[in-house]
């Protein structure tokens, strides 16, 4: 079957779901700290120590929106000495296996950085 010419082609619409998945997802260190946390809970430090190279800031704010989107809960344990541990929610949960087939594939198909 003949490909129809591009004038006569209906427009292209990009799923709105994808959309807002990689508008999400895709913000710096977003997907790399729900990654992170797929090996299980982590407090602040041991996540920071695991992604290097974030920020105390940035990581802050990143595990408030990832806890607002329900992607992440925040645990406080009583102390002394006071523990907060992060780990995933079950929406959090849902995303392991599209995680892990997107670090199958960057494995595959992107060069490693050096």
């Known amino acids: 079957m003949p490909i129809p010419p591009i004038e006569t082609r209906e ?6 779901a994808i959309v807002r998945a990689f508008g999400f997802l ?4 977003n997907g790399v700290i729900l990654s992170t946390l797929i090996e299980g809970p982590a ?4 996540l920071r120590r695991a992604i ?3 920020s105390d800031s ?3 704010e990143r ?3 990832l806890a607002g989107a329900e992607l992440v809960q925040r645990t406080v344990a009583d102390g002394p000495p006071v523990a907060v541990e992060y780990s995933l929610t079950p ?3 849902a995303l392991v296996p599209a995680m892990r087939e997107l670090a199958t594939w960057a494995r595959e198909n992107l060069p490693a950085s050096d």
């Open 63 to 65: 595990l408030a929106e």
């Open 11 to 16: 427009p292209r619409a990009c799923d709105g």
């Open 91 to 93: 929406a959090g949960q």
């Open 52 to 54: 290097g190279g974030i």
């Open 43 to 46: 407090g602040f430090s041991e």
């Open 58 to 60: 940035v990581l802050s």
């Open 26 to 29: 895709g913000k710096r260190w």
